[in-house]
């Protein structure tokens, strides 16, 4: 427990590697399908070869509750004990882990012996690693931005590049080799990077990824795929910290006659309310 950006997902994955465990996810965002930069989830490489449940599972525009989760939550840990694995929570969502543990018909305190980790980290070092992490997320279609970050999300020494004609089976191989080395996945595909499609453009399905993360594009393009002006933003996936904040510059954006200055302050407006809004809700 903890924070947004302290670091849980990939404590959870060390301990579940030590302790053969497997890890539930309880980030009220991070459930839903899509926007996997905006919603921070943990790499292909971050988890360490640990299963992961409720991590991108749930349909974007549908409500999933505290409820919901404490429901399916304790029938995965039921099953995670009769395989004699160690059941690891893991989220910033501190309300749905106080409705499992609290609430009494869930019957959590009766019937399992539990630990709890908090992280904390002081407010300024947090606020900090916020505002990087936040540019890293906008940038995140710069390829030199995985590479040399400290974050260390690709090694930072080995960059494989992979070409070849149409239908040679880069996707397949790069895929492989991923899967081999730990690795993550940038699109230099000039069609691909584009939405739909799917057939024409011959993109690799979702099954032939074997769970290694493909990028296509940064926090600002990534939201730029499921916007719709005027759309609410108390539903879903799109009350996530980052969607309803680039309302504006989306909007503006799609303005022909706007001026490329004025597109590019609002766009600094924007990652700064993401900035400030994140901050607020690790004080939270």
């Given at each position: 427990?903890?924070?947004?950006?302290?670091?849980?997902?990939r404590l959870s994955a060390?301990?579940?590697?030590?302790?053969?465990?497997?890890?539930?996810?309880?980030?009220?965002?991070?459930?839903?399908?899509?926007?996997?930069?905006?919603?921070?989830?943990?790499?292909?490489?971050?988890?360490?070869?640990?299963?992961?449940?409720?991590?991108?599972?749930?349909?974007?525009?549908?409500?999933?509750?505290?409820?919901?989760?404490?429901?399916?939550?304790?029938?995965?840990?039921?099953?995670?004990?009769?395989?004699?694995?160690?059941?690891?929570?893991?989220?910033?969502?501190?309300?749905?882990?106080?409705?499992?543990?609290?609430?009494?018909?869930?019957?959590?305190?009766?019937?399992?012996?539990?630990?709890?980790?908090?992280?904390?980290?002081?407010?300024?070092?947090?606020?900090?690693?916020?505002?990087?992490?936040?540019?890293?997320?906008?940038?995140?279609?710069?390829?030199?931005?995985?590479?040399?970050?400290?974050?260390?999300?690709?090694?930072?020494?080995?960059?494989?590049?992979?070409?070849?004609?149409?239908?040679?089976?880069?996707?397949?191989?790069?895929?492989?080799?991923?899967?081999?080395?730990?690795?993550?996945?940038?699109?230099?595909?000039?069609?691909?990077?584009?939405?739909?499609?799917?057939?024409?453009?011959?993109?690799?399905?979702?099954?032939?990824?074997?769970?290694?993360?493909?990028?296509?594009?940064?926090?600002?393009?990534?939201?730029?795929?499921?916007?719709?002006l005027d759309a609410y933003?108390?539903?879903?996936?799109?009350?996530?910290?980052?969607?309803?904040?680039?309302?504006r510059y989306l909007t503006?954006?799609?303005?022909?006659?706007?001026?490329?200055?004025?597109?590019?302050?609002?766009?600094?407006?924007?990652?700064?309310?993401?900035?400030?809004?994140?901050?607020?809700?690790?004080?939270?």
């Amino acid at each position: 427990m903890g924070a947004t950006g302290m670091g849980k997902s990939r404590l959870s994955a060390d301990i579940a590697t030590y302790f053969q465990g497997e890890i539930t996810n309880s980030d009220k965002m991070q459930v839903y399908k899509g926007l996997e930069i905006v919603t921070n989830k943990i790499t292909h490489a971050e988890k360490q070869g640990v299963r992961h449940y409720f991590l991108g599972e749930i349909e974007p525009n549908s409500e999933f509750t505290a409820e919901d989760l404490c429901l399916e939550s304790i029938l995965y840990i039921e099953f995670f004990l009769k395989t004699q694995c160690v059941p690891i929570i893991v989220g910033g969502s501190i309300s749905y882990i106080e409705k499992l543990v609290e609430k009494p018909m869930f019957m959590f305190k009766y019937k399992y012996d539990s630990c709890f980790i908090w992280i904390d980290v002081e407010q300024s070092v947090l606020n900090r690693r916020v505002d990087t992490r936040v540019d890293e997320m906008v940038n995140a279609a710069k390829t030199n931005t995985f590479i040399n970050n400290n974050n260390n999300k690709f090694n930072k020494k080995k960059v494989e590049f992979i070409r070849g004609a149409t239908g040679m089976g880069k996707s397949f191989l790069s895929t492989d080799i991923a899967t081999h080395f730990r690795g993550e996945i940038i699109y230099s595909d000039k069609m691909k990077v584009y939405k739909g499609l799917e057939i024409v453009t011959n993109k690799i399905t979702h099954a032939k990824k074997q769970g290694v993360r493909h990028y296509l594009l940064g926090l600002v393009d990534e939201v730029q795929q499921i916007f719709i002006l005027d759309a609410y933003y108390t539903k879903g996936i799109r009350r996530c910290i980052g969607v309803p904040e680039m309302a504006r510059y989306l909007t503006e954006e799609k303005n022909i006659d706007g001026d490329d200055e004025s597109k590019k302050m609002i766009l600094q407006a924007s990652i700064s309310i993401i900035k400030c809004n994140t901050r607020i809700l690790i004080c939270n």
